[in-house]
């Protein structure tokens, strides 16, 4: 092989250390070349929420943070792993640093909690950002965890750079139609409820978003 090259970069998925440099022969037989194999990786910490509720966070990527709210059914190693959820938490942490978080009562956050509010909610989304050092960021608000960055955004408002909403809502149960929610009410207490119910894991393994 002729002159300087390059040597090629291999994105896999694995555990840290960030980067491996292996030795490799080219496919037509020609010198071995030097390759470089990026490791996407997280790392996992954990706050604490003004009420006392143990918040877990991670970050991955490297460059301009971006905050992803945390949304139902989430769980950052689980997640991590997931074929559903990989490819995204790999283009976001592309040239930024993806920070995301498992909201209270989900995941690695603690699960007993009592108070689910909106606004004990934007706290644990504080807490997080500022465990995080984090002073100005963009903020990705999707399906449930968008009214937690509207709600956020409109209480510092400085701190927000951006706001990215994708499948959100406003009102959510309180503007739809009090037939439309009766008529759905009993299969999904008997699809979520019951012992091996399916509808979790059809959520978990098949959702592309939510």
């Excluded at 002159?3 to 440099?21: D, F, K, L, M, S």
């Excluded at 020609?30 to 490791?39: D, E, N, R, W």
């Excluded at 951006?162 to 929610?181: F, I, K």
Aim: include cysteine.
């Amino acid at each position: 092989m002729g002159g300087n090259r390059t040597p090629p970069v291999v994105q896999i998925q694995g555990e840290c250390p960030a980067a491996w440099v292996v030795d490799a022969c080219s496919s037509d037989g020609g010198s071995a070349v030097s390759v470089t194999i990026l490791l996407l990786c997280q790392e996992i910490g954990f706050c604490t929420a003004p009420d006392g509720v143990r918040i877990a966070f991670a970050t991955s990527g490297s460059g301009p943070a971006v905050v992803r709210v945390g949304t139902w059914l989430s769980h950052l190693e689980e997640d991590w792993n997931s074929s559903v959820w990989r490819h995204w938490l790999e283009a976001f942490s592309e040239g930024r640093t993806l920070v995301r978080f498992d909201v209270r009562g989900s995941g690695l956050s603690d699960r007993r909690v009592d108070d689910l509010s909106l606004d004990a909610l934007v706290n644990d989304l504080d807490a997080v950002v500022d465990a995080s050092g984090l002073e100005r960021f963009p903020l990705l608000g999707l399906c449930p965890g968008g009214p937690i960055a509207i709600a956020y955004a409109a209480r510092y408002p400085a701190r927000v750079t951006r706001l990215v909403l994708y499948d959100a809502y406003l009102g959510g149960n309180s503007q739809r139609r009090a037939l439309r929610l009766r008529s759905r009410q009993r299969p999904l207490n008997a699809g979520f409820g019951a012992a091996g119910a399916k509808i979790p894991r059809h959520f978990v393994s098949a959702s592309p978003i939510c």
